[in-house]
Protein backbone atom coordinates (compact mmCIF):
# COMPACT_ATOMS: atom_id res chain seq x y z
CA UNK A 1 0.00 0.00 0.00
CA UNK A 2 1.43 3.53 -0.93
CA UNK A 3 0.28 6.63 0.59
CA UNK A 4 0.25 9.72 -1.60
CA UNK A 5 -0.17 13.39 -0.60
CA UNK A 6 -0.05 15.99 -2.48
CA UNK A 7 1.04 19.71 -1.36
CA UNK A 8 1.47 23.49 -2.74
CA UNK A 9 -2.00 24.08 -4.74
CA UNK A 10 -3.23 27.13 -4.00
CA UNK A 11 -4.97 30.54 -5.90
CA UNK A 12 -2.61 32.24 -7.81
CA UNK A 13 -2.61 35.32 -10.45
CA UNK A 14 -1.88 33.77 -14.09
CA UNK A 15 1.52 34.18 -14.92
CA UNK A 16 2.23 33.16 -11.93
CA UNK A 17 4.01 29.97 -10.51
CA UNK A 18 3.70 27.27 -7.99
CA UNK A 19 5.56 24.29 -7.46
CA UNK A 20 3.54 20.93 -5.95
CA UNK A 21 4.92 18.56 -3.88
CA UNK A 22 4.04 14.64 -3.83
CA UNK A 23 5.16 12.72 -0.76
CA UNK A 24 5.13 9.03 -0.59
CA UNK A 25 4.48 6.85 2.54
CA UNK A 26 7.06 4.28 1.19
CA UNK A 27 10.90 4.41 0.89
CA UNK A 28 10.57 2.44 -2.24
CA UNK A 29 9.24 5.05 -3.97
CA UNK A 30 11.94 5.57 -6.06
CA UNK A 31 11.29 2.07 -7.70
CA UNK A 32 7.83 3.66 -9.04
CA UNK A 33 7.16 6.09 -12.06
CA UNK A 34 4.88 8.70 -11.12
CA UNK A 35 2.59 10.90 -12.96
CA UNK A 36 0.98 14.20 -12.50
CA UNK A 37 -2.50 14.47 -13.88
CA UNK A 38 -5.39 17.35 -13.75
CA UNK A 39 -9.36 17.47 -13.27
CA UNK A 40 -11.35 20.55 -14.09
CA UNK A 41 -14.87 20.50 -13.24
CA UNK A 42 -16.88 18.66 -15.98
CA UNK A 43 -13.75 17.33 -17.06
CA UNK A 44 -12.38 13.89 -17.62
CA UNK A 45 -8.48 13.68 -15.38
CA UNK A 46 -5.55 14.06 -17.91
CA UNK A 47 -2.11 13.44 -17.80
CA UNK A 48 0.11 16.49 -17.46
CA UNK A 49 3.37 14.64 -16.69
CA UNK A 50 5.17 12.00 -16.09
CA UNK A 51 8.93 10.75 -15.03
CA UNK A 52 10.32 7.35 -14.62
CA UNK A 53 11.56 6.10 -11.75
CA UNK A 54 15.17 6.69 -12.17
CA UNK A 55 13.98 10.60 -12.96
CA UNK A 56 16.03 10.55 -16.25
CA UNK A 57 12.71 10.21 -18.59
CA UNK A 58 10.14 12.69 -18.19
CA UNK A 59 6.97 13.42 -20.27
CA UNK A 60 5.16 16.80 -19.96
CA UNK A 61 1.66 17.00 -22.30
CA UNK A 62 1.50 19.40 -24.77
CA UNK A 63 -0.72 21.68 -23.13
CA UNK A 64 1.81 22.88 -20.43
CA UNK A 65 4.92 22.07 -22.56
CA UNK A 66 7.37 24.49 -21.80
CA UNK A 67 5.58 25.83 -18.95
CA UNK A 68 5.47 23.21 -16.51
CA UNK A 69 8.33 20.92 -15.41
CA UNK A 70 8.24 17.63 -13.41
CA UNK A 71 11.08 16.02 -11.25
CA UNK A 72 12.13 14.11 -8.43
CA UNK A 73 14.11 13.44 -4.94
CA UNK A 74 14.38 9.89 -4.62
CA UNK A 75 16.40 10.63 -0.98
CA UNK A 76 13.21 12.60 -0.14
CA UNK A 77 10.54 10.04 -1.72
CA UNK A 78 8.62 13.53 -3.19
CA UNK A 79 7.94 13.99 -6.92
CA UNK A 80 7.05 18.02 -7.64
CA UNK A 81 5.72 19.76 -10.56
CA UNK A 82 6.96 23.46 -11.00
CA UNK A 83 4.30 25.42 -12.78
CA UNK A 84 5.46 28.97 -14.22
CA UNK A 85 3.27 31.38 -16.25
CA UNK A 86 -0.10 29.89 -14.81
CA UNK A 87 -3.10 30.59 -16.95
CA UNK A 88 -7.03 30.36 -16.14
CA UNK A 89 -7.30 27.21 -17.88
CA UNK A 90 -5.17 25.23 -15.82
CA UNK A 91 -7.36 25.96 -13.18
CA UNK A 92 -7.98 21.97 -11.78
CA UNK A 93 -7.34 19.57 -8.97
CA UNK A 94 -3.70 18.30 -9.35
CA UNK A 95 -3.31 14.39 -8.31
CA UNK A 96 -0.03 12.20 -8.10
CA UNK A 97 -0.26 8.95 -8.64
CA UNK A 98 2.24 6.03 -8.67
CA UNK A 99 2.68 3.04 -11.20
CA UNK A 100 3.93 -0.05 -8.65
CA UNK A 101 4.62 -2.30 -12.35
CA UNK A 102 8.14 -3.59 -12.71
CA UNK A 103 8.59 -1.32 -15.49
CA UNK A 104 9.69 2.06 -14.44
CA UNK A 105 9.01 3.75 -17.41
CA UNK A 106 7.29 6.74 -18.23
CA UNK A 107 3.49 6.25 -18.26
CA UNK A 108 1.03 8.42 -19.41
CA UNK A 109 -2.35 6.69 -19.81
CA UNK A 110 -4.08 6.67 -15.65
CA UNK A 111 -5.27 2.63 -15.97
CA UNK A 112 -1.37 2.16 -15.64
CA UNK A 113 -1.30 3.84 -12.27
CA UNK A 114 -2.13 2.00 -9.11
CA UNK A 115 -2.06 4.87 -6.04
CA UNK A 116 -3.48 8.23 -6.20
CA UNK A 117 -3.02 11.16 -3.95
CA UNK A 118 -5.90 12.77 -2.95
CA UNK A 119 -5.24 15.92 -5.17
CA UNK A 120 -4.29 19.50 -4.68
CA UNK A 121 -6.53 22.43 -5.93
CA UNK A 122 -4.88 25.16 -8.31
CA UNK A 123 -7.09 28.18 -8.67
CA UNK A 124 -5.47 30.54 -11.42
CA UNK A 125 -7.16 34.10 -11.92
CA UNK A 126 -7.27 35.93 -14.48
Known amino acids: QVQLVEFGGRLVQAGGSLRLSCAAS????????VGWFRQAPGKERDVVAA????????YVADSVKGRFTISRDNAENTVYLQMNSLKPEDTAVYYCACDVSSRGTVAVNLREYDYWGQGTQVTVSS
Open 51 to 58: ISRSGDDT
Open 26 to 33: VRTFSMYA
